[in-house]
């Protein structure tokens, strides 16, 4: 079945910093992924997500690339700020409704 | 005002009791879901209703039982409950039954059984 594998946590960081959070799928087909977060206290909204191989999604300076040939589509931002503190989750939908990652645990320091 | 509201926020009950988690949603949206959190943040999904009709129904307890009165509401109503059942329990709609995958959830009900 679908899955998402998502690096472990929690990541901290110093503002400023360059981040990469992981993430691989595995999916029969062709899923759209997404990258989803939570801030402390919220339900998850949509940050990113894109439809088909080779788009990049990107929103509040978060990329991330859709990369069919390593099955992974691995989140990142050139300089963090402590705003950006919250749990970041990985997700994929096929033919089912979403299925989510175990989610990565974010700390920006300043 | 809210896309996608829950009540209560917070529910802190024993053992053993009933009780129920409500959803609504004001985005028009067909489908609706019910996600568990657990403590370590996982995310798996319980329910999804398209239009009021239960699609989705994934390995859960009986003792969970979904309700959705028309397609802007979906309750979930627990039976006896357990220790294993606290966690935050999340809405969440979308436009089309999942496929777009762009869902757009509750700020979740944190439910502690003691």
């Known amino acids: 079945g679908n899955s998402v594998t998502q690096m472990e946590g929690p990541v901290t960081l110093s503002e400023e910093a360059f981040l990469t959070i992981n993430c691989t799928y595995t999916?029969?087909?062709?899923?759209?992924l997404f990258w989803y977060v939570q801030y402390p206290g919220e339900g998850l909204q949509l940050l990113l997500k894109?439809?088909?191989?080779?788009d990049k999604g990107s929103n509040k300076g978060f990329e991330a690339t859709y990369r069919k040939e390593t099955t992974s589509f691995h989140l990142e931002k050139g300089s963090v700020q402590v705003s950006d503190s919250a749990v970041y989750f990985c997700?994929?939908?096929?033919?089912?409704?979403?299925?989510f990652g175990k989610g990565t645990r974010l700390s920006v320091i300043a | 005002d809210t896309a996608v509201s829950q009540t209560p926020k917070y529910l802190v009950t024993q053992m053993g009791n009933d009780k129920s988690i409500k959803c609504e949603q004001n985005?028009?949206?067909?489908?609706m879901y019910w996600y568990k959190q657990d403590s370590k943040k996982f995310l798996k999904i319980m329910f999804s209703?398209?239009?009021?009709?239960?699609?989705i129904n994934e390995t859960v307890p009986n003792r969970f039982s979904p309700k959705s009165p028309d397609k802007a509401h979906l309750n979930l109503h627990i039976n006896s409950l357990e220790l294993g059942d606290s966690a935050v329990y999340f809405c969440?709609?979308?436009?089309?039954?999942?496929?777009?995958?762009?869902?757009?959830f509750g700020e979740g009900s944190r439910l502690t059984v003691l």
């Open positions: 985005l028009g949206h067909d489908t």
């Open positions: 997700a994929l939908s096929g033919n089912t409704p979403l299925v």
């Open positions: 969440a709609s979308s436009p089309l039954a999942g496929i777009s995958g762009e869902l757009f």
């Open positions: 894109a439809t088909k191989a080779d």
């Open positions: 999916a029969t087909g062709y899923p759209s």
């Open positions: 209703y398209n239009n009021k009709e239960l699609i």
